[in-house]
């Protein structure tokens, strides 16, 4: 099996040889297949006896972080913002124009990172994986960490002031331009073509 490692950078070849073998998928990496309900398996079950002695670790507290609207992973479209947009304020602009599409809004980890958002919003390798049909990313460069979360977009539109990013060659659609001319002129465009 092949697996991402040095955080999305190389792929490293892995063979398990021994049992019992185990794997995780990532949420949304695939797409569900039909199901074939003349398939059958064997539920075994057994009893598990732990001492709780012997526990090295304490679950000290469980937060569980609510979004408001569609969730990310469950999103047809999705704008996210990256280290580019400079600060949280502009995140106001992405949550317009995604109440406008009723898409939602994500981030790159830079801008996590940065506080500007929380980090629900996190697309990439240690975010979120999402599979829109749309992908809006705003000043984005397009690192591999952040990719190895959105690769399963149908559509991917980029803005992005530098043409030398790296998004550019992910993207099907890209914008040269800075974020705050393109994205009213964008907002605009699209309400105009929800009202009429």
């Known amino acids: ?22 794997a995780a998928i990532r949420p949304k990496a695939y797409e569900p297949i039909e199901a074939d309900s003349s398939r059958q398996g064997e539920v075994v079950s057994f009893p598990v006896e732990l001492d709780a002695s012997m526990a090295l670790t304490k679950v000290v507290d469980t937060v569980i972080e609510e979004a ?5 992973e469950d999103a047809h ?19 317009e124009l995604a109440k406008i599409m009723g898409g939602t809004v ?36 397009g690192a591999s960490q952040h ?7 149908k559509v991917i539109v980029a803005i992005n002031k530098d043409a030398e990013a790296n998004i550019f060659k992910e993207a099907r659609y890209g914008v040269v ?6 994205l009213p002129a964008l907002t605009a465009a699209v309400r105009e073509l929800v009202q009429s």
């Open 68 to 72: 408001e609207g569609v969730k990310l």
């Open 177 to 182: 331009g800075d974020w705050e001319t393109v």
């Open 1 to 22: 099996a092949n697996r991402p490692v040095y955080g999305g950078n190389a792929i490293a070849v892995v063979s398990c040889d021994q049992t019992p073998q185990i």
């Open 106 to 141: 994500g981030a790159s980890r830079a801008a996590v990172d940065s506080g500007w958002v929380p980090s629900s919003y996190q697309v990439g390798l240690t975010g979120k994986t999402i599979t829109p049909d749309l992908y809006i990313m705003v000043a984005i460069s």
């Open 77 to 95: 479209i999705v704008i996210s913002g990256g280290r580019g947009l400079g600060g949280p304020e502009p995140f106001a602009h992405l949550e």
């Open 147 to 153: 990719m190895a979360g959105c690769s399963g977009a």
